[in-house]
C-alpha cells in the first residue's frame, strides 16, 4: 500500500484545512487507518484513527472535539478535518494504515503497529 497525504498548509489561529490521505492498491478497507503529527524537535505522537470500515474513531486528548477522522473507502481515501487550529497544532502529518487483525481499540494509538506511512504534510497555524 502507498499512501500520499495532502491538504496541509499555513493557516491563522481559529482557521481549518482538511487533510487527505489517498491509498494505493485494492484492500484499502482491509486497513485501520491513522493520523499522527510531529513538531519539530519532538517525537511523532498519535492524533486521531479510524477503524476498517469506519465504525469506530479513535482521538488525542489534545484534538477531540476539534478535529474529526472520517474515510470512504470507495475512493481509497482517509480524511482528517481540523477546525478550531491552534499554533500547537503546528507539526507535519502522517497518514498511516496498520493491517492488524480483530479489534482496533487495543492497538490504534500505537505507532509501532501501523505497516505503511505516507510522506507528510506540512501544518503550519500561524498566531
Known amino acids: 500500500v502507498q499512501l500520499q497525504a495532502s491538504g496541509g498548509g499555513l493557516v491563522q489561529a481559529g482557521g481549518s484545512l482538511r487533510l487527505s490521505c489517498a491509498a494505493s492498491?485494492?484492500?484499502?478497507?482491509?486497513?485501520?487507518m491513522g493520523w499522527f503529527r510531529q513538531a519539530p524537535g519532538k517525537e511523532r505522537t498519535f492524533v486521531a484513527a479510524i477503524s476498517r470500515i469506519g465504525g469506530s474513531t479513535y482521538y488525542a486528548d489534545s484534538v477531540k472535539g476539534r478535529f474529526t477522522i472520517s474515510r470512504d473507502n470507495a475512493k481509497n481515501t482517509v480524511y482528517l478535518q481540523m477546525n478550531s487550529l491552534k499554533p500547537e497544532d503546528t507539526a507535519v502529518y502522517y497518514c498511516?494504515?496498520?493491517?492488524?487483525?480483530?479489534?482496533?481499540?487495543?492497538?490504534?494509538?500505537?505507532?509501532?503497529?501501523?505497516?505503511?506511512w505516507g510522506q507528510g504534510t506540512q501544518v503550519t497555524v500561524s498566531s
Open positions: 498511516a494504515a496498520g493491517s492488524r487483525s480483530g479489534s482496533t481499540t487495543g492497538w490504534v494509538r500505537r505507532e509501532y503497529e501501523y505497516d505503511y
Open positions: 492498491g485494492r484492500t484499502f478497507s482491509s486497513y485501520a
